[in-house]
């Protein structure tokens, strides 16, 4: 029960009749700013109330589900707000969710820090598996928290945990509402589709405003011809979050060490790592060397056919022309298309928006064997949709509620600005609970390129994980899994965005849509192969980039990756400051970046599960049984080994980013 690292975690709401046969459904309140001005302290409240109560109890109990209505409550409420400060259209209500989020934040560390709470949990004899390994998370819990610290230095691991969640929050609602943007000349648009300039603004000179969400700035990276404006557009990307981000994230890296010293540990990422798969920094340091060694050719030859490419398209001699990063994009899809006569922008057509939501719904029924209904519920803003997921009956038609789900799939000013699963109401047996998850993306409403349906596969995965849980415990639920274990079913998911056999579903989702053909599909493929290595090699410096902010003392977070940059082909680009926007520093990815790689091993090594057939029901039936229904009950590498039946390989991995994987 962590408000940032699994925020994005768990809630119980207000409910709607479907039938008059039917029970409330569970939906995401939807409050506006004085509600939840009114309700937050009487929130709090009641849960410290409630922590009282369980206080009073001697001896061990039934602390495990006191425990599990406790966090049932807590998430009841934050949860929702936290979603909305995020994705709520009013700016008013955004910044009264975020200051409730931060008068909430406390509690939690109040409640790891309650020595009679701990005796309790300590004293349980576990009756089973899934007792021992909820037992022995809130231990862990209790000692991250510092309730073994003396008094002196508890209160002072409590002030900081606080201090670092609440600049966390401030940090991210810097990068949500930087309203920055671009002017350029009509000229300077040159090469891109004409949808994408008629829905620019201009200002009184008439020039396009270019925003920098991911549907208007990717595409422009990507086509315009005129190198400057990419160069204008790419650096105002990387200036996002500005200066005050720097000083935010500087100030919880030194709150984290801090932290960690109170424990005597050496630095945060030891601290971190040892509740993780990887468990050590030096095995993250041998992964990450693993995989820059595996890449750093492939990199090389890749920058430099762009390097070739861009000294043919300037008519210039290669040893004249250098490649800049806001080249990167550009250059790359000109090879594609050429090389592989793909077209990111073209495909839009091939995958509409309405069809590849379809889409998604339509691999996880027939995959996992549920329906989605939607439903007209109460929302937060007219572009959001929800439907409720149900198990297919013998009959193939809906049958038992499982959950629902939201889809907020538009930018808009305030939004979150990249692409998240929400999973705002957990899922708990125990209580009778049934899960929500809301799906935040900003996509282009005319159609989603390949790698924007690799996007919604994605989250989607992380969506379909809160769903299907079947836990015992709302801790336990969807994705409260390892940091490095939880991105492994939404990547797994991607898959199915790159093979022939599902991707003909489109053309009974879209009859209208043109089809791409087996040889297209294999084309798609082979464009997608190309670049693994430059896309892998970032990767590798974000996660390497990490593990260095958070081993030893505190380093200035700029001045870092300007040193991280500049160590690579491309350099660093004076002016840039991507730490102000990189979230995931501030967030339950810090000192586990390295996670989307390691899962990934997991995720690809997964797929053999499938026996080359990825609409095999039998096969994602017992998927979900094995890894989606159980979330954390059980050590990853157990789950996976369940559904493999074997232990994991890292084979496909190292396939995948050398470009080698078929």
């Known amino acids: ?28 309140p939807v409050f506006n700013a004085a509600t939840i001005d009114a309700r937050c302290d009487g929130e709090l409240e009641k849960l410290r109330a409630q922590k009282a109560a369980m206080e009073r109890t001697r001896g061990a109990g039934r602390i495990l589900a006191e425990w599990n209505r406790l966090s049932i409550a807590f998430g009841d409420f934050v949860n929702p707000v936290y979603l909305l400060a995020n994705v709520h259209p009013d700016q008013g209500a955004r910044d009264a969710a975020q200051r409730c989020v931060e008068k909430l934040i406390p509690f939690e560390t109040e409640l790891f820090q309650s020595e009679r709470l701990h005796a309790r949990v300590k004293a349980l004899a576990p009756r089973d598996l899934v007792d021992k390994v909820y037992r022995g998370e809130l ?38 509402e930087d309203r920055t943007t671009v002017a350029i000349a009509p000229e300077e648009a040159q090469g891109m589709p004409q949808s994408w300039i008629d829905a620019r603004k201009r200002d009184e ?144 057509a091939y995958f509409p928006t309405e069809a590849s939501i379809r889409y998604a719904l339509t691999l996880a ?53 990249h692409a998240a699963a929400f999973p705002v109401r957990a899922v708990s047996t125990l209580a009778q609970r049934t899960p929500i998850s809301v799906l935040v993306t900003n996509f282009d409403r005319r159609g989603l390129n390949h790698d924007e349906l690799e996007t919604l596969l994605h989250e989607f995965g992380h969506v379909l994980h809160g769903v299907l849980s079947k836990t015992r415990y709302a801790d336990l639920g969807g994705t409260s899994v390892k940091r490095d274990f939880v991105e492994a079913p939404s990547q797994m998911f991607e898959e199915w965005a790159r093979r022939e ?18 040889e297209q599909v294999e084309q ?30 505190p380093k200035p977070a700029l001045a870092t990756w ?70 954390g009950e059980k050590p990853p590498h157990a789950l996976v080994e369940a559904f493999l039946g074997r232990a994991p390989s890292s084979g496909a991995f190292y396939a995948e980013i050398t470009g080698q994987r078929r």
């Open 562 to 631: 300007i040193e991280v940059e500049r160590a690579s082909r491309l350099d660093h680009v004076e002016g840039t400051m991507l730490p102000a926007s990189f979230g995931h520093l501030v967030g339950g990815y810090a000192a586990g970046y390295y996670g989307y790689m390691w899962s990934e091993v997991l995720a690809l090594d997964m797929l053999s599960g499938f026996g080359g057939k990825l609409l095999n029901a039998e096969a994602g039936r017992r998927y979900r049984k094995a890894i989606l229904a159980l979330g």
């Open 205 to 348: 000179q008439g020039r396009l405003i270019v925003t920098l969400d991911y549907p208007t700035y990717l595409p422009f990276l990507e086509n315009a011809v005129n190198e400057d404006a990419r160069r204008r557009v790419w650096t105002a990307k990387l200036q996002e979050g500005g200066a005050v981000n720097l000083e935010l994230l500087d100030r919880v890296l030194q709150l984290r060490h801090e932290m960690v010293q109170l424990y005597g540990l050496p630095d945060y990422a030891t601290f971190a790592l040892r509740r993780r798969m990887a468990q050590t920094p030096a095995a993250v340091n041998d992964f990450l060397a693993s995989v820059k060694k595996a890449v750093d050719e492939v990199e090389a030859r890749e920058l430099e056919e762009l390097r070739a490419d861009k000294a043919a398209l300037l008519g210039r001699p290669l040893a004249e022309v250098k490649l800049n990063r806001w080249d990167v994009a550009f250059h790359q899809e000109r090879v594609r298309r050429s090389r592989f006569n793909v077209d990111q922008e073209a495909l839009r």
């Open 501 to 518: 056999e599902p991707l003909a579903l489109f053309a009974k989702l879209c009859p209208a849509c043109p089809r791409l053909s087996k």
């Open 1 to 28: 029960m962590n408000i940032l690292t699994g925020l994005a975690a768990t809630l119980v709401l207000a409910g709607t009749l479907d039938t008059a046969a039917e029970p409330a459904r569970p939906l995401v």
């Open 524 to 553: 798609l493929r082979a464009a997608r192969r190309f670049g693994n290595g430059i896309r892998y090699a970032r990767q590798w410096q974000y996660a390497a980039y990490d593990m260095r902010l958070h081993t030893g003392a």
């Open 139 to 176: 231990l862990d819990s209790f000692e991250d928290s510092g309730v073994a610290l003396p008094p002196g230095k508890r209160a002072r691991a409590k002030a900081l945990r606080d201090e670092i969640e609440s600049l966390a929050l401030k940090y991210q609602k810097n990068v949500n």
């Open 365 to 417: 029924e027939m995959l996992y064997g549920i329906r989605f209904v939607e439903r007209e519920v109460p929302r937060w803003h007219p572009d959001v949709r929800y439907f409720d997921v149900r198990e297919a009956g013998a009959n193939g038609k809906p049958g038992e509620f499982i959950g629902g789900v939201y889809l907020d799939l538009y930018p808009r000013e305030g939004k979150y600005n």
